[in-house]
């Protein structure tokens, strides 16, 4: 099946800095990729949709302006977290949507921890 | 809009029983569901998908769903757990199509004992 990668897999910043995270589509490209965010033993809720050379849609509440996302490319979608803060620690999971299927299948890379002290 | 629910945060089973875990769904269109497995500090792993064709859906691992439009539910079973099971299981739902963002339910942490 198809791979999405992200890296880092886990990231310690310090609270003001700002934080990449990088989600690949290894085989496929991938016009849509979905940015989400699990806090710990919650769901997933949806940050934002990331569309290749467009602008990002974000969900109701999630700061555009710290949550800096970029699709430049088919196959790479990048979340800056940006003035890190405590609170922003989570776990940050993308999925990648692979339009060249009839049943446009979406696939989830592994995560990103990011701790912010 | 649509909207997941999974009945009860924790199921725990003994080794060798059936697994249930529930989930129900509110959706304006057709909708695509999903079921999915967590384990500690990974992503998603896909289980099972329903996209409008058989109702009865059979997934990896030996894991199943129904989907009943009746009652809007799309449990998910397995005749005996094993203790590699254990994990946490999200229920997903998206509308037009599997390419659309999706909706998750709160998740099932699944316990199995010995």
């Known amino acids: 099946g198809a791979v999405v990668s992200q890296h880092p897999s886990r990231v310690i910043c310090k609270s003001g800095t700002s934080v990449k995270i990088e989600c690949r589509s290894l085989?496929?490209?991938?016009?849509?990729m979905f940015w989400y965010r699990q806090f710990p033993k919650k769901s997933l809720m949806l940050m934002a949709t990331?569309?290749?050379?467009?602008?990002?849609?974000?969900e109701q509440g999630v700061e555009k302006d710290k949550f800096l996302i970029n699709h430049a490319s088919l196959t790479l979608s990048t979340l800056t977290v940006t003035s890190a803060h405590p609170e922003d620690s989570s776990f940050y999971i993308c999925?990648?949507?692979?339009?060249?299927?009839?049943?446009?299948?979406?696939?989830f890379g592994p995560g990103t921890r990011l701790t912010v002290t | 809009a649509q909207s997941v629910t999974q009945l009860g945060s924790h199921v725990s089973v003994s080794e060798g029983a059936l697994v249930l875990l529930r989930c129900n769904y509110s959706?304006?269109?057709?909708?695509?569901l999903f079921w999915y497995v967590q384990y500690p500090n990974q992503g998603l792993q896909l289980l099972l998908k329903y996209t409008s064709a058989a109702t009865l859906v059979k997934g990896i691992n030996g894991f199943e769903a129904e989907f009943k439009k009746s009652e809007t539910s799309f449990h998910l079973t397995k005749p005996s757990a094993h203790m590699s099971d254990a994990a946490e299981y999200f229920c997903?739902?998206?509308?037009?199509?599997?390419?659309?963002?999706?909706?998750f339910g709160g998740g099932t942490r699944l316990m199995v004992k010995p």
């Open positions: 997903a739902v998206s509308e037009g199509n599997a390419g659309n963002m999706l909706t």
């Open positions: 085989d496929f490209q991938a016009t849509t």
């Open positions: 990331s569309n290749e050379g467009s602008k990002a849609t974000y």
């Open positions: 959706s304006s269109v057709p909708p695509y």
């Open positions: 999925s990648a949507v692979d339009r060249t299927s009839f049943a446009y299948e979406q696939y």
